[in-house]
């Protein structure tokens, strides 16, 4: 079992800033990846940013220059530091892990609850 707990998010006037949290909990031997995806209403769910076991990201077009991925490896949490924020970043944003599971070895992937991040004035 692996739980993954986001926290941050909430309403935020246009050109502001908010953090999202994410931390991985449970049976996981090895984290690959870590990172956040969202989905606006009516929308496919899309890459916001990634980040790999090696501190390589990836960040979609929509949000290069305004967001910053980062994590605590000790605490297997991954932040999502988001600024200038626009009405088109209304969403829900999931937290996504690539992981390898102990004693199988098996590389597996979850998703998050998801939180709502809502830009408006």
């Known amino acids: 079992q692996v739980q993954l707990v986001e926290s941050g998010g909430g309403l935020v006037q246009p050109g502001g800033s908010l953090r999202l949290s994410c931390a991985a909990s449970?049976?996981?031997?090895?984290?690959?990846?870590m990172g956040w995806y969202r989905q606006a209403p009516g929308m496919q769910r899309e890459l916001v940013a990634t980040?790999?076991?090696?501190?390589?990201?990836k960040y979609g077009d929509a949000v290069k220059g305004r967001f910053s991925i980062s994590k605590d490896n000790a605490k297997n949490t991954v932040y999502l530091q988001m600024n200038s924020l626009k009405p088109e970043d209304t969403a829900v944003y999931y937290c996504?892990?690539?992981?390898?599971?102990?004693?199988?070895?098996?590389?597996?992937?979850?998703w998050g609850q998801g939180t709502q991040v809502t830009v408006s004035s």
């Open positions: 449970g049976s996981i031997f090895k984290i690959n990846e």
């Open positions: 996504a892990l690539n992981a390898i599971a102990p004693m199988t070895y098996n590389t597996f992937g979850s």
């Open positions: 980040i790999g076991n090696g501190g390589d990201t």
